[in-house]
Each structure stands twice: as structure tokens, then as C-alpha cells.
């Protein structure tokens, strides 16, 4: 039995089982510069080998790309894990303002449409767990896309579901949560990006919420492998998010990190058991599109847990040095 079938988890209420670190597959499905399918079939494969088994994949990734090569993989490995995957906003709307209606931006319709397209893509006659892609704090009292989405369940085309809260506002679910509505949540969790911590892990916590922190290396920047000077593809989204100032300060921030740090210890194996550390994070989703990647990440879990003296010691600097401007992902654009 590996290390990672030692740490399964359960995913939230509907007997999802998946393992403590999981894989993303942004960058496999494309958006993160050239990506050829040999090596992204090679990398999902290598994933499953290692016993990792949980995937998060989006209909957006590379317009279904990413979910085609998952069925793709699971065909050939023999078997499937659990696979969450995404509803993105009608018209790529990804920052509804508030008292938006929820029907603008996730029409019964749109919601069906995804689910139909994920369901023939990922070639299964029901999905594991859909997440929506983006919310309004405002929708807290709506109910509309809930009975929808139970609707799905009744029909066997879903087990459960639940939300990918923005980059920019980690709490926007905080009032669904609350009302009882979801058990499942994603959020943007890191070394770089400890804001979901302060009020949505707290309520998750209190009723017994999945988290699944994405983003745990920071879009790269935690692998330590980013320098002064650096070039992102043109066709990386990173290229015109990380440049100039931004670029500066995300290494000055991975430098002080570094400075409190043991050098001969990975820092990419910091940066995940910082995130599984916490007692409310159920799994981590590292995007990966390299063998080593997969290699490197689920070593992770092989490595000294952090002490709790060295955890308050990156959450203070984080709280003192680095809470005001946090920008580690795309932000308000969305994924895709």
C-alpha cells in the first residue's frame, strides 16, 4: 500500500473517498503555455500509478480538453478515481456584482448543458462532484439552482456538489455555507494567499465542510523555482499577470519565506504540508503537467509534518508582511 492510500480522505457527505493531495488540471488542459498530450497523458497516468486519487478538472480547461484526457487515462489505468469538475458562469461572468440574480449568470439551462458536456467528455453516465465556478455573496437566500441541482442528483447524473469560491473573495459563500446548502468547498489556499483561514475555514470547520485548497504552490511561484528575469510563454496566462512590480514582490515574499526555512528541505513540500496542516483542508490540488511534478508533489506526503512553532512563525509574517496585497492567481479574470 503506498503512502498516498494511506491518506485517504473522505470528500464531502456523498462517500467521495479521494487521497490527501490530489492533481489539478489547468495547466494539462491548456492556458499555462504548450502542453503536448503525450505528456499529459503520461503525467495523469504517472498520478494514478502513485495511488493518487482525486483529479479536479473544469468543462473550461482548454475547452474540455483536460476532461477527455482524464477518461482517456482512466480507460487505459483500468480504473477511476474521483473526479470533481466545474460549471463555469454563462457568458464567462466571473465577478457578478451583488444583487446580480444567480439566473443571469447560472441558468437552469446552462447548469444541464455543463453537466450533459462533463458527463460525455469524462464518458460516465454520473459525476462525481460539480462544482459552480464562481459565486455572488448574494445568492445566499436563492434557491433555484439548489432544487436544480438535487434535480441532477434524483436523476443520477451527479452524487453531490458545491462551490469554487473566487480568487479575490474567499468568503463569498461564507451565507451558503451557513444555510446549510453544500458540503463541498474550493478555495485559494497558500504560503502566498492565507485569507481564506481567517473566516471561511472557521465556518467550514463549524459544519463540516470539505475544503480543497487550490492554488497551494501559488501558480508556480512556491516551487521554488521562479528568478529575477524570468519569461512565461505567451500563450501562460501568467505572462501578463506576473511581470514587472507583481513579479518583484511575489519573489520578495518567496524569499522571506525561504529565509525562515531549512534550505535542504523542499520547498514545495513546505508550501503543501503548510496547507494540509491545517485541521480544515481535506486535500490539496497542486497543478501539475510534468511526470516529475506528480513525482515531486506526492512526496510530500513522505516528508516531516511541519512543527507548530514553524507554522505561527509563516502565518505571523504572512498576517504582518503580506495580508494587505495578495495576488497569486489570475484574480478577477477567471479560469480557462
Known amino acids: 500500500m503506498t503512502q498516498i492510500e494511506h491518506s485517504s480522505v473522505r470528500i464531502g457527505k456523498a462517500g467521495l ?35 493518487c486519487a482525486f483529479i479536479d478538472t473544469a468543462a473550461l480547461y482548454g475547452n474540455g480538453r483536460a476532461e477527455r484526457l482524464i477518461a482517456h487515462v482512466f480507460k487505459e489505468y483500468g480504473s477511476r478515481v474521483t473526479t470533481i469538475t466545474k460549471i463555469y458562469p454563462f457568458n464567462y461572468h466571473w465577478s457578478p456584482s451583488p444583487g446580480t440574480p444567480i439566473a443571469a449568470i447560472y441558468p437552469k439551462e446552462h447548469i444541464l448543458s455543463q453537466v450533459e458536456g462533463s458527463l460525455r467528455r469524462l464518458e460516465t453516465d454520473c459525476l462525481d462532484a460539480v462544482l459552480f465556478q464562481t459565486w455572488c455573496p ?48 474550493e478555495a485559494p489556499y497558500s504560503l502566498l494567499d492565507q485569507r481564506a483561514a481567517i473566516q471561511l475555514f472557521p465556518l467550514a470547520q ?36 506576473f511581470r514587472g512590480e507583481l513579479l518583484q514582490e511575489t519573489l520578495h515574499r518567496v524569499s522571506r519565506f525561504q529565509s525562515l526555512l531549512d534550505p ?21 490540488i497542486p497543478g501539475v503537467r510534468r ?3 506528480v513525482q515531486c508533489n506526492l512526496a510530500a506526503l513522505e516528508s516531516e509534518p511541519l512543527s507548530q512553532g514553524t507554522l505561527e512563525c509563516l502565518t505571523k509574517v504572512w498576517q504582518q508582511e503580506m495580508s494587505q496585497h495578495v495576488r ?5 479574470e477567471g479560469e480557462g
Open 17 to 51: 473517498i479521494g487521497s490527501r493531495i490530489g492533481i489539478g488540471t489547468w495547466a494539462i488542459g491548456g492556458g499555462w503555455g504548450p502542453q503536448p498530450e503525450e505528456q499529459s497523458l503520461a503525467t495523469l497516468l504517472q498520478a494514478l500509478e502513485m495511488g
Open 138 to 185: 448574494s445568492w445566499s437566500d436563492e434557491t433555484e439552482w439548489y432544487e436544480m441541482m438535487h434535480a441532477l442528483q434524483q436523476a443520477g447524473k451527479i452524487r453531490t456538489f458545491g462551490i469554487s469560491v473566487s480568487d479575490h473573495r474567499p468568503d463569498e459563500a461564507n451565507g451558503v455555507i451557513a444555510a446549510g446548502r453544500v458540503n463541498i468547498i
Open 206 to 241: 463549524k459544519h463540516g465542510i470539505s475544503i480543497i485548497a487550490r492554488t497551494p504552490l501559488a501558480s508556480g511561484a512556491l516551487t521554488g523555482t521562479w528568478h529575477e528575469g524570468m519569461k512565461f510563454h505567451r500563450q501562460d496566462w501568467r505572462k501578463r499577470v
Open 264 to 284: 535542504k528541505i523542499s520547498l514545495t513540500h513546505i508550501a503543501l504540508q503548510f496547507c494540509l496542516s491545517h485541521p480544515t483542508v481535506t486535500a490539496v
Open 291 to 293: 511526470v516529475e511534478q
Open 328 to 332: 497569486t492567481s489570475i484574480g478577477e
